[in-house]
């Protein structure tokens, strides 16, 4: 005998809702981008690229583009350069204090971030410097390095400890097995943890809302700021642009780094 | 013309490994001559892997010093200690070719380009794998990655090949031909070599010299013949094969065999290993292999020769031999194994044990 509701389909039909419920609005700003008229009706009346090319001559906003961009690359970069080698340390060596560290450089994953965000406010006012790039480059690095550890020591687990020491014992210096074993088996996590932390960086709204200037808007914020005076169809296509990029980026990141692992396993 | 080989190629002296208030080695000292295959026997946790590690640089000892050709190399970094090591799970690197595997520690050696190829190739033909320099070593089998990291380890003509247990992730039948394999490679290269095992089989079957460990320290070294027929204590003659212990008072003492008394009052004679007084405890060990078995009524007395009765209380057939357990009067019982002749011994047969004094070793307790 066979039922017709099983538990079974009930749990399909409620992952479908949910997954309606979560894509739809994002589903719709993508299709109100293509929406030529002022205000958002359905069904679209016609379809057109004219917000976009509204979007590609506001200059206050392809200066947000620029900031996101050169602000994301630099937080990939420096996330990954601090987080590779504190990921190797915490792996292949002991030392004391070790799993304190560990835990202290992962704890920005569970602060909220807008307690981060005024956190480093006031210690930036307390030091008496004035918020710049830096600061928020810095801000930046802190929410992201603990996913660059995370995947790169998951990634050294798995890295026997026996080819460093077949390489070293074979003849090459410390640096050496680096460069010609560590860093090549590692590279896909190395490439993973960086394309975490740019699009990661690049997404965030909340802590960049209190690290700012007006110099160095990020696009989220710049789109917090338009929201405020009124809702134009821009926003529609400066969101569509964000989702492709957000949702592209990590998708050609694994295709290129499952090609990697293929090689090495 | 022939050199004279070093008898003391590898050294420790005074060598120590602490961690923490463990202690992995005590103070040993050892040497290791050169062309030699040396293993280092013993169950896990006896050090020797430790001690291995610390001669290849990977742990750094908290005592004592290590020698090599009679050069102090406590402080020479790994990478310049030229030794070829070999690991359990091969350690093969996973993202380049056989070729460059081998390659690899030629790289660091002052070897021109055109050189390197030539030794590549003769090291895949010496480990029997010609031809497979292109592929990668996830399609190798576990045997053949096993024969590229020794290809690999020769290849840079080390001063000592270090082995950690390279058989223990192989299957039976191959660990067997593998064991051969790399008995004759090392007899043909006559590189000295450290071998370390916790397999009695291997460390027997083929070693110059086997050195016995246990809790970090050295419980007897010698030939295989010497530490398996004259175990020095009751750990090396237990762990050794199969052995028998009984724990026995010297009675009377002749010029090279004593008479003993067992715990059930019956003598027996025995050949001692060091000095023993009328009165003294010791315990006799005798290898289940070298006593033969008797049905009681077929018994004819040798004058010479031990006698025990008993009774068979178990049994397993390995196929060749069997394996007896015969239960004495005095409640002990004697593991024995013997080929099987016409038919094997039964469950609950009486029978007679007859070994020679000269198997019957007495030893400190």
Redesign the interface.
């Known amino acids: 005998m066979k039922k017709f509701i099983s538990g079974w389909s009930l749990i399909k039909l409620y992952t479908l809702l949910i997954y309606v419920w979560m894509f739809t609005p994002i589903v719709a700003v993508v299709i109100l981008a293509f929406n030529p008229q002022q205000f958002g009706t359905f069904p679209m009346e016609g379809f057109s690229f004219k917000w976009f090319v509204k979007l590609s001559r506001n200059a206050t906003i392809l200066d947000a583009f620029k900031n996101s961009l050169v602000l994301g690359g630099f937080t990939a970069v420096f996330s990954t350069a601090i987080g590779v080698p504190a990921a190797m340390a915490f792996i292949r060596y002991d030392f004391k204090g070790k799993d304190f560290l560990n835990t202290l450089l992962i704890a920005p994953i569970m602060i909220p971030e807008v307690v981060l965000g005024v956190a480093l406010l006031l210690f930036i006012r307390w030091l008496q410097q004035p918020k710049s790039f830096a600061l928020l480059l810095i801000g930046h690095v802190v929410l992201t390095l603990p996913y660059v550890l995370l995947i790169v020591q998951a990634r050294l687990v798995g890295i026997?400890k026996?080819?460093e020491?077949?390489?070293?014992?074979?003849?090459?210096?410390?640096f050496?097995?680096f460069k010609?074993?560590t860093f090549?088996?590692l590279a896909p996590a190395i490439f993973a943890g960086m394309l975490f932390s740019f699009t990661i960086s690049f997404d965030d709204v909340t802590a960049t809302l209190f690290w700012a200037t007006a110099q160095n808007q990020t696009v989220p914020v710049k789109i917090f700021g338009m929201l405020r005076n009124s809702i134009s169809p821009e926003i529609n296509a400066l969101g569509a642009v964000m989702i492709v990029l957000t949702v592209s980026i990590p998708l050609a990141a694994g295709y290129v780094t499952r090609r990697f692992a293929r090689?090495?396993? | 013309m022939t050199q004279e080989k070093n008898p003391a190629f590898v050294r420790f002296q005074g060598i120590e490994k602490r961690y923490g208030k463990v202690v992995a080695v005590k103070k040993m000292d050892l040497e290791i001559p050169e062309g030699a295959l040396v293993t280092l026997l013993g169950p896990s946790g006896c050090g020797k892997t430790t001690l291995l590690r610390m001669l290849a640089g990977l742990e750094t000892p908290t005592g004592g010093d290590i020698f090599i050709k009679g050069k102090r190399i406590n402080d020479t970094p790994i990478h310049k200690r030229n030794l070829g090591m070999i690991f359990q799970n091969y350690a093969l690197f996973p993202h380049k070719s056989i070729f460059d595997n081998v390659a690899f520690g030629l790289k660091y050696r002052a070897v021109p380009k055109s050189e390197i190829k030539d030794k590549v190739e003769k090291a895949l033909e010496t480990v029997r794998l010609p031809g497979v320099g292109n592929r990668n070593p996830s399609q190798l089998s576990g045997g053949q990655q096993q024969r590229i990291a020794l290809a690999r380890a020769i290849v840079i003509e080390p001063d000592v090949l270090l082995m950690d247990e390279p058989l223990s992730a192989l299957d039976e039948n191959l660990r067997e031909d593998m064991r051969r394999e790399i008995d004759n490679l090392q007899a043909e290269l006559g590189v000295t070599t450290i071998f370390v095992t916790h397999d009695q089989r291997e460390a027997l079957s083929m070693s110059d010299k086997v050195v016995v460990m246990k809790d970090g320290l050295v419980q007897q070294e010698g030939t295989p013949e010497e530490v398996y027929n004259n175990s020095a204590n009751h750990f090396v003659a237990d762990f050794l094969g199969h052995s028998n212990f009984l724990s026995a008072v010297v009675e009377e003492k002749h010029n090279d065999v004593l008479k003993v008394r067992l715990d059930d009052k019956s003598s027996c004679l025995v050949s001692p290993v060091g000095n023993f007084e009328k009165g003294d405890k010791a315990e006799i060990v005798i290898r289940a292999q070298k006593m033969k078995l008797g049905y009681q009524d077929e018994h004819s007395p040798e004058e010479d020769m031990n006698f025990f009765h008993g009774t068979i209380v178990d049994r397993s057939y390995m196929g060749g031999e069997v394996s007896y357990f015969v239960e004495l009067p005095g409640k002990q019982v004697l593991h024995v194994i013997n080929f099987v002749k016409r038919s094997p011994y039964r469950r609950g047969d009486d029978v007679y044990v007859k070994v020679d004094p000269f198997h019957c070793r007495l030893l400190q307790s």
């Open positions: 026997k026996e080819y020491e077949a390489a070293l014992s074979l003849g090459a210096s410390p050496q097995t010609e074993i090549p088996l090689g090495s396993k």
